[in-house]
């Protein structure tokens, strides 16, 4: 069974950083791909950056390109999201996915 664990988040001020991280159990093998979404209020919930089992990465929105960035430790068995420049909009609980389960979430506030 597949469980992933969600840290790193908080409140933080305009333009500051927060890197989440998720540490995944269960797993066989370092060949899947990891994912992290984030829900805003009344919002959907959003596909924000994708990582595959070799490392191609890739952020969808783009509100966040070049602010956000994914990375992944297999020996770690974590995965990553860097969050720099940090905006209002950027408030949300953020999740970590792997297929078909999902973290606890983790909330990240920005706000001065």
């Known amino acids: 069974q597949v469980q992933l664990v969600e840290s790193g988040g908080g409140l933080v001020q305009p333009g500051g950083s927060l890197r989440l991280s998720c540490v995944a159990t269960?797993?066989?093998?370092?060949?899947?791909?990891l994912n992290w979404y984030r829900q805003a209020p009344g919002k959907r919930r959003e596909l924000v950056a994708t990582?595959?089992?070799?490392?191609?990465?890739?952020i969808v929105p783009n509100d966040v390109k070049g602010r956000f960035s994914i990375s992944r430790d297999d020996a770690k068995n974590t995965v990553y999201l860097q969050m720099d420049n940090l905006k209002t909009d950027d408030t949300a609980v953020y999740y970590c996915?792997?297929?078909?389960?999902w973290g606890q979430g983790t909330q990240v506030t920005v706000s001065s």
């Open positions: 990582i595959s089992g070799t490392g191609v990465s890739r």
């Open positions: 996915n792997q297929a078909d389960s």
């Open positions: 269960g797993l066989t093998n370092g060949n899947y791909r």
